[in-house]
Nanobody, 115 residues
């Protein structure tokens, strides 16, 4: 099992980014997938979960209304559209199968929101 996150970068507050995560080593379509982030000095937290059957996404309060998750099962890829970014969104972002604690983490993608 492997995950490869991409799409991060440096943006100004209010800006947007679209993250991608390509997974391999399992049948992507059959799994609930989640985005996580780890801010400097803080523990990694789950921020969005995209369901397998209907592709709907649930969010933590801090990102709801600003972030939008989606998936392309044919490409084994999970996406996170991030709008209205805030400095507190600065973190390394990861994806992984939800509930599979033993899956290895990918390298993540750094998102920095700063003026």
């Amino acid at each position: 099992v492997q995950y490869a996150e991409s799409g991060g970068g440096l943006v100004h507050p209010g800006g947007s980014l679209r993250l991608s995560c390509t997974a391999s080593g399992f049948r992507f379509a059959g799994y609930i997938m989640s985005w996580y982030r780890q801010a400097p000095g803080k523990e990694r937290e789950l921020i969005a979960t995209t369901m397998d059957r209907d592709g709907t996404t649930r969010y933590i309060d801090a990102v709801r209304g600003r972030f939008a998750g989606s998936r392309d099962d044919a490409r084994s890829t999970l996406y996170l559209q991030m709008n209205s970014l805030k400095p507190e969104d600065t973190a390394v972002y990861y994806c992984k199968r939800t509930f599979y604690d033993n899956d290895p983490w990918g390298q993540g993608t750094q998102v920095t929101v700063s003026s």
